[in-house]
């Protein structure tokens, strides 16, 4: 565990409650650069205080926001049939480096406040985590600097795609936090546009957009009627 990770993991907004606690035990678990996260579902279940399939519903959504990635991590001294599921998590979006509907003027990005790796965001309490080892797994874990990494290939960051729509799933979302839709996908293309954004994987920042202006309350309700149509 180290403070690159597990700061930018507490700063997350917007979460469900089991999610962040998820995302925190992943970090946790992480090496200095986010990547092979291992815990024992078993084990974040113990964290959470939720059940089991409790957490691996969480998973699923970090991994649908773009939070965390199913890690290549190949270890060669495990059987293929005995290794466990590892995750990567996601500096670049966990660091605030996903568009935002209200983009604080003036502020340097980075440690202002002696949290390395840390955006200015607002945090509520102070919490403290110590290392714990896995109460888990069943297999030993892979030493550190006992064979060479291999390269991992990341999707390259590319702008905002021409004719970019929200999809079915945004509306959905969109529904269920009452916002508008087509509105809130307008600014998010000017502000890309405006910005000359650069991103991995934009249906999920947008995904965090949507959720962003519903928390900060600045986004415009969704009409009686829904959000309907296509963004055109």
């Known amino acids: 565990m ?31 650069d986010g990547t092979v996260a291992y815990p024992a579902v078993k084990t974040l279940a113990v964290y959470c205080c939720a059940s089991e399939r ?12 773009g939070l965390i ?18 995750y990567d998590l996601n500096l670049d979006v966990l660091r605030g480096d996903i568009l935002s509907p209200r983009e604080r003027q003036d502020t340097p990005r980075g440690d202002t ?24 797994p069943s297999v030993e874990p892979l030493k550190e600097n006992t064979r060479p990494q291999r390269n ?10 021409e004719g970019w729509q929200p999809t079915s799933a945004h509306h959905d ?3 269920s936090l009452g916002v508008d839709c087509l509105h809130e996908a307008a600014k998010f293309a000017d502000h ?3 910005k000359d954004r650069r991103m991995r994987d934009w249906d ?6 949507l959720r962003q202006a519903r928390d900060f309350g600045i986004a415009a309700k969704q009409p009686a009627g829904g959000s309907g149509g296509n963004w055109r």
């Open 152 to 161: 991992r290939k990341r999707k390259p960051e590319v702008p905002l795609p």
């Open 113 to 136: 406040q002696g949290r390395h790796g840390v955006t200015p965001r607002a945090l509520r309490g102070d919490i403290a985590m110590s290392p714990e080892p896995s109460l888990e």
């Open 204 to 209: 999920a920042a947008f995904r965090t957009w």
């Open 2 to 32: 180290a403070v690159e990770v597990l700061g930018p993991a507490l700063a997350v907004q917007g979460l469900p409650a089991t999610d962040k606690l998820v995302l925190i035990g992943l970090a946790n678990h992480a090496k200095a």
């Open 192 to 194: 890309a546009a405006a």
């Open 54 to 65: 409790t957490v691996q519903r969480a998973l699923r959504r970090l991994e649908d926001e």
């Open 173 to 175: 979302l969109a529904a």
């Open 69 to 86: 990635s199913r890690s290549d991590w190949q270890p060669d001294h495990i059987r293929s049939d005995r290794r466990p599921v590892a």
